[in-house]
């Protein structure tokens, strides 16, 4: 059902991956890297299940948190198949997920701490350099795939699409738990491959205060990395602040 319409009074050190050449209005007005992306989080249902655990911080402290050029220790598995120069992500999981509303169906959200190298091994342990840290690096974090997200360098243009108003998403979370958004900045949302989702794709973002009110527009993203259930996108515009608790996120098909 359509809803009518109030428009508002506007409508790394260790890795050196630089922004692809794209227009702004397809990776946002700030410079976008692969690591924004990587680091945003990423709400799942199921629980991984991971061998490589950091076990401590290499410092003449107590620390238990790493930072960029920092080292690790990594405990070892039989045939975790762990080499010296290996690049890895580093990963948490966050339970329950964060912001949970009604109808949500995910249960953890899982957290990217940074990106790692491993610089030496033995039989039952192993050193990681810390290459680059979305967050603090601690004591129990998991080692996963290394993969560099893609930027989507065109997208459909925004002219020749309508917001589709049968079919709204919530807007889940951001870097490190973030929940308030603003031109740049990067965020996931609760739509996927299984919901018909693909890198390039624009949504509007509309306030919607569940009160009978019309929506008002917010913003404009783009989707920069789709899984299965969830897709992480870019702002690529945003008159007011974006924000998890009111906005909705609605994709923009052709007329």
Known sequence: MKTALIATAALFTALPALAQDAPKDV????????????????????RPEPRLIITGVRAIDDRTAAGN?????????????????QRYAVRRVQSPALFPGPGDTTTMTIRTAGFVTITA????????????????????DYLDVYS????????????????????????????????????????????GVVHGVFAGQRFSIWRDYRNRMPLFYIGDIVIVEPFQQTSKAVVIKAVDAIMITTDVAIPRRPR
């Open 69 to 85: 050029g920092q080292e690790i220790d990594i405990n070892r598995t039989p045939n975790d198949g762990l080499a010296v120069g």
């Open 148 to 191: 560099e997200p893609p930027l989507p360098t065109v997208a459909a243009p925004s002219i020749e699409m309508l917001p589709d108003w049968d079919d709204r998403s919530k807007i889940l979370t951001g870097t490190d738990g973030k929940s308030i958004f603003g031109d740049g900045d990067t965020m996931t949302i609760e739509r």
């Open 121 to 140: 091994i033995d039989e039952n342990n192993a050193l990681a350099n810390v290459d680059l840290a979305c967050t603090a690096v601690v004591e129990g």
């Open 27 to 46: 990776q946002g007005p700030k410079t976008l890297t692969p690591w924004m992306v990587a680091c945003t989080d990423l709400p799942v249902r199921t």
